[in-house]
């Protein structure tokens, strides 16, 4: 009988690619002054797909990124840009590697999509490498899941130098007395929580929310009206009318309320 | 040809000025969550209903911290975040131009300060977290006394409170006992 294996042992960790001294100063040389266009090829490291169609959705006409010379080519021989999609799954490692060998020097690799930043909602799964990072060495992140077309354009535009990133990592420490302030103080807690719920089940959690909140910020202005009044005024005043129903729905149950009834 | 003409007239440029003008984005666009630490009370709520686990929670005993933090490289901008929050500390923004050459640039963080069970001393919840619930209920309350009720129940922790449970059950049996000699 063999000796324990351990699985660990039978798995390759990757080890991540550096780059030649020489080669990082030609792409220096490269970014500082870049005057021609730049030919892109898109690796899919195991990407659902997503990915692949806003990139060529930035290609069409309407947000046209070839105006800037960026063009999708069909082999990474011709390719400046490398775009790795995907969160890079075991069978796709070789392949992406091979992609990346065969793009002639300086290029530039380019992480797109949550999954290739970071493996995005695929990042815990045994079968992924989670992130191109894992495997070469890469300049520019676009997350997104998937990234828009401008954001996809502001993207290249990092990686080609042209535009400053806008992101900076930031921490916040909390201060001496630092206090959450209470939405709505001027209104009964139990009246709020339950016209909160009614909204949510009417419109759901996020446009609940905004309907919700409009309708307390009526109930809570200082104003010489009655609040009754103020309340049909919203309900009437309102074109849509699912918004209106629910702004009846909510009146109904604040008038309920305040006489002491069961919502 | 003078149709094809005049139709490319009437059509006008389609494409987009961006980026050399900024972009029009849709009015329900799922762009960057902004969080806004003053207003967070870190209940760690989001931390359970993000899906990719882009935003996380880390409690440190030693130095008494709470270290939230969210990777924007990790996340799908699918808005749970926004719905989970109580206190509406974080919302997604408009805001799509997230690329970066620093993968350490998609990190933010905040730090919070844990509160201490007055009867042990061992760190409870965040202090924010406890401030904001006792602030509730206080303002909720009927009386001093509920007050003072509600104030020992949210800044004990669960086993100082059933040790005072089993204190109080204990005197209320002396008690009965007595009564029946």
Redesign the interface.
């Known amino acids: 009988m063999s000796a324990f294996i351990s699985p660990n042992d039978l798995t390759v960790q990757p080890g991540g690619l550096s780059m030649a001294a020489d080669v990082a100063r030609m792409k220096g040389s490269l970014l500082n002054n870049i005057r021609r266009s730049a030919y892109v090829y898109r690796v899919d490291c195991g990407g659902c797909n997503g990915c692949e169609i806003e990139i060529f959705a930035a290609i069409t006409?309407?947000?046209?990124a070839e105006?800037f010379g960026i063009k999708v080519v069909a082999s990474p021989r011709h390719a400046d840009i490398l775009l790795f999609t995907g969160a890079v799954t075991r069978s796709m490692r070789m392949p992406a590697l091979r992609a990346y060998e065969a793009a002639p020097d300086p290029k530039i690799v380019v992480s797109y999509g949550?999954c290739g930043?970071?493996?995005?909602?695929f990042?815990?799964l045994y079968c992924v490498w989670g992130g191109t990072?894992k495997i070469v060495p890469?300049?520019?992140?676009?997350?997104?899941?998937p990234?828009?077309p401008?954001?996809t354009?502001?993207?290249f535009?990092?990686?080609l130098g042209l535009?400053e990133?806008?992101?900076?990592?930031?921490?916040?420490?909390?201060a001496e007395g630092?206090?959450?302030?209470?939405?709505h103080?001027s209104i009964?807690?139990?009246l709020r929580v339950q016209l909160e719920r009614q909204a949510r089940q009417m419109a759901g959690?996020?446009q609940g929310?905004t309907i919700v909140e409009e309708f307390l910020s009526v109930l809570e202005a200082r104003d010489a009206t009655p609040v009754e009044r103020r309340i049909a005024k919203l309900a009437g005043g309102e074109g849509d009318p699912r918004r209106a129903e629910i702004f009846a729905e909510l009146a109904g149950t604040f008038s309920r309320m305040l006489t002491g009834g069961t919502p | 040809m003078l149709k094809l003409l005049r139709e490319v007239f009437r059509t006008g440029e389609a494409t987009h000025k961006y980026p050399f003008a900024p972009l029009e984005v849709a009015k329900d666009f799922r762009g960057k969550p902004e969080h806004n630490a003053v207003s967070c009370i870190a209940c760690a709520a989001c931390t359970i209903a993000c899906p990719p686990n882009a935003i996380s929670m880390e409690t440190d005993v030693a130095a008494g911290t709470r270290t939230w933090s969210i990777s924007y490289g990790r996340c799908i901008f699918c808005g749970r975040c926004e719905e989970a929050c109580p206190t509406g500390a974080i919302a997604l923004s408009p805001d799509f131009e997230l690329a970066v050459a620093r993968k350490e640039d998609l990190t933010k963080r905040a730090v919070f300060s844990l509160a201490a069970c007055p009867s042990c001393g061992e760190p409870l919840a965040a202090a924010k977290e406890v401030a904001y619930v006792l602030d509730i209920l206080t303002r909720s309350a009927a009386s001093p006394e509920e007050a003072e009720r509600a104030r020992f129940l949210v800044s004990t922790c669960p086993a100082c409170k059933r040790k005072h449970d089993v204190e109080q059950l204990a005197r209320i049996g002396v008690e009965r006992q007595m009564e029946n000699r």
């Open positions: 006409p309407l947000f046209d105006r949550a930043c970071s493996g995005g909602i990042h815990d990072d890469v300049d520019v992140y676009i997350p997104g899941c990234p828009t401008p954001a354009i502001y993207g535009a990092v990686a535009l990133q806008k992101l900076k990592a930031e921490t916040h420490v909390e630092e206090a959450a302030p209470l939405a103080p009964p807690y139990d959690y996020r929310r």
